[in-house]
């Protein structure tokens, strides 16, 4: 049976509030774990995160890495430390820029490659700053790369192409040639300006809905295209400020770690619609 596995990102567990006041590791582990969380995401090499493997063995949590390789072969230590803890597959944030499809086609083969190699998934995480910055740079980029697998994080998407709501359906029909090579998914909700909203604000509702849908749309798709016995990775990251929007006074307008609550349980009523 297709199996939904939701998991908390250790970045998102970051406070950095005025005054200074941070969950330990130790903290972040049991919060995510007693929350009934499925597993965490640890980026490579964070200074945050050292020591936590042996804590989510303790936990029976499981993990997703992420990582941000600079160059083409600059993806060996993080594969190296995914496949060591077991990881569900590595997303990669490429921080590279190449100027071409076709170099950008032979950068992610040759991530690809080094994946198949280790035997672990990798998906290319939809993300400004990186190789997939530009919506329509990713589309070509899939095309070239049949193999590629993304993991859909379209708060970006929205973001770095300033769609509109309602999106039309030129943005529509381009979104949906995503949710087709989407073998994960992420939980931030962005609006045309805004990468992340806090979704109880009324002004956001339509944003709210607008990615339930994209949810439900790339679920569907997923199941289509995998097993009985496959398991959907998504992802709750809502980050600390500046992605989270805070106030005068530095303090944070909306608390994440409950609304990361209500998108898991907003997911897995998504999910269960589109079961069958």
Request: net charge negative; hydrophobic share 45%; glycine share 8%.
């Amino acid at each position: 049976m297709q199996r939904l596995e939701i998991f908390q990102s250790l970045w998102a567990m970051e406070r950095r509030r005025p005054d200074r006041q941070e969950w330990s590791l130790d903290e972040k582990v049991a919060l995510i774990a007693e929350a009934g969380y499925d597993g965490i995401d640890v980026v490579h090499g964070d200074p945050l995160a050292d020591g936590i493997w042996p804590k989510l063995r303790a936990r029976n949590l499981a993990c997703t890495v992420t990582a941000f390789p600079k160059s083409a072969d600059g993806l060996g230590p993080a594969i190296a430390e995914a496949v060591g803890n077991g990881a569900r597959h590595l997303n990669v944030i490429g921080n590279v820029y190449p100027p071409t499809v076709a170099e950008g086609a032979r950068i992610v083969n040759r991530w690809l490659d080094d994946g198949e190699a280790a035997g672990i998934g990798i998906t290319l995480e939809l993300h400004r700053d990186s190789i997939a910055t530009d919506l329509l740079y990713v589309l070509q980029l899939l095309d070239a790369v049949p193999r590629l697998r993304l993991s859909a994080d379209l708060s970006h998407i929205v973001v770095a192409r300033e769609f509109p709501i309602p999106v039309p359906e030129t943005m529509q029909a381009q979104v949906a040639r995503l949710l087709e090579r989407a073998d994960a998914f992420q939980g931030r909700i962005a609006s045309r300006e805004q990468i992340q909203v806090p979704i109880a604000f009324p002004q956001h509702r339509g944003w709210v809905e607008q990615f339930e849908r994209w949810w439900r749309a790339g679920f569907v798709s997923w199941r289509r295209r995998h097993g009985p016995d496959a398991r959907l990775n998504f992802l709750c990251e809502l980050g600390p400020p500046p992605y989270a929007i805070a106030g005068a006074d530095g303090y944070e307008l909306s608390d994440r770690w409950q609304e990361a609550l209500v998108i898991r349980e907003r997911v897995r009523a998504i999910w269960a619609e589109t079961e069958g």
